[in-house]
């Protein structure tokens, strides 16, 4: 069995930031890429930012990049997402994900890679 828990949404206004952890917990855990997905009220759930896991390599949505950054430490099978300048856009549950492979770049962004999912932190951005 494998866990995923998600942690550090939060309520805040437009130009805030927060860090999201995503800590994992299994047996097989920590061999491959982890991402972060979102989903809004009424949209499909859509990618936010992935990291492979050695390298760290870092892959993000035209949405996010610039304003977003993943980050993970392996000796803690923790993934973090800080987001910064926040938008009313950006309000979603976000969902930490993590795969056997060791993925990255523009191929992080299908969620049929992603092998174990939380069950999502919520992000409110006020205007």
């Known amino acids: 069995q494998v866990q995923l828990v998600e942690s550090g949404g939060g309520l805040v206004q437009a130009g805030d930031s927060l860090r999201l952890s995503c800590a994992a917990s299994?047996?097989?855990?920590?061999?491959?890429?982890m991402a972060w997905f979102r989903q809004a009220p009424g949209k499909e759930r859509e990618f936010v930012a992935a990291i492979s896991r050695i390298p760290t390599i870092p892959y993000y949505a035209d949405s996010v990049r610039g304003r977003f950054t993943i980050s993970r430490d392996n000796a803690k099978n923790t993934v973090y997402l800080q987001v910064n300048s926040l938008k009313p856009e950006d309000t979603a549950v976000y969902y930490c994900a993590a795969s056997d492979v060791n993925i990255y770049g523009a191929g992080s962004i299908r969620s049929s890679l992603y092998n174990y999912w939380g069950q999502g932190t919520q992000v409110t951005v006020s205007s």
């Open positions: 299994g047996r097989t855990v920590g061999s491959g890429a």
